[in-house]
């Protein structure tokens, strides 16, 4: 079965330092994609970033880049510049299966 | 462009009922999926539509169920409701079928509640 972990359920940084969330998959799959979603206090979930496994280059999407790790099977998410509004649950995903989320708390 | 609605966007219900959630995707988006969020067990996928046929589906018994109609807008029906289906429902819209590699658009979700 494909399986996606989150091992960190809580992470916290510093207004402007820089923070990174881990992730595993498991799939037998050889071409897929993988996603971060951001999902706020009570607001909706938005998707952070996506990468497709078969792309060499990782993804960025301004602050937002990741490590895709493909032989390890590791897709970490790295937040540069942290701001309060990047407070919310993180939550990676793959072939439908979301990991169990990592809350990151912003400290001013 | 309006973004995902569902709708109620919560509801209480006692076990033995059933309910039905509606979920209206983004203009122009054939995909809707359903997930089930709760704290123990996280975010669940339950089921994928697209041109109101069902697509994917997750491990969940057939007290589950869904449809989507021409217009795209889906609902979920839960049956004979159990303490455990008290949850989040998230209903999520995307351009096209195949919820592993497109970009999923979410809604704000219908917290139900089974007493």
């Known amino acids: 079965a494909q399986t996606v972990t989150q091992s960190q359920p809580e992470m916290s940084v510093q207004e402007a330092e820089t923070v990174t969330l881990s992730c595993t998959y498991d799939?037998?799959?050889?071409?897929?994609?993988l996603f971060w979603y951001k999902q706020p206090p009570s607001r909706q979930m938005i998707l952070v970033i996506r990468?497709?496994?078969?792309?060499?280059q990782n993804a960025t999407e301004n602050r937002f880049s990741v490590n895709f790790q493909k032989a390890a099977k590791s897709f970490s998410l790295k937040i540069s510049d942290s701001q309060l509004g990047d407070a919310a649950m993180y939550f990676c995903?793959?072939?439908?299966?979301f990991g169990a989320g990592t809350r990151l708390t912003v400290k001013p | 462009k309006a973004g995902v609605t569902q709708t109620p966007r919560y509801l209480i219900k006692t076990r033995g009922q059933q309910v039905t959630l509606s979920c209206s995707p983004i203009?122009?988006?054939?995909?809707v999926s359903w997930y089930q969020q709760t704290p123990g067990q996280g975010l669940q996928f339950l089921f994928e539509?697209?041109?109101?046929?069902?697509?994917n589906k997750g491990n969940f018994p057939g007290r589950f169920s869904g449809r989507q109609f021409s217009n795209s807008r889906s609902e979920m029906n839960v049956s004979t409701l159990e303490l455990g289906d008290s949850a989040l429902y998230l209903c999520?819209?995307?351009?096209?079928?195949?919820?592993?590699?497109?970009?999923?658009?979410f809604g704000p979700g219908t917290r139900l509640t089974v007493l």
């Open positions: 990468q497709e496994a078969y792309k060499q």
């Open positions: 203009s122009g988006h054939r995909s």
């Open positions: 995903a793959s072939h439908m299966r």
């Open positions: 539509y697209f041109s109101e046929t069902q697509r």
């Open positions: 799939t037998s799959e050889s071409d897929y994609y």
């Open positions: 999520a819209s995307s351009l096209y079928s195949g919820i592993s590699y497109n970009e999923q658009f």
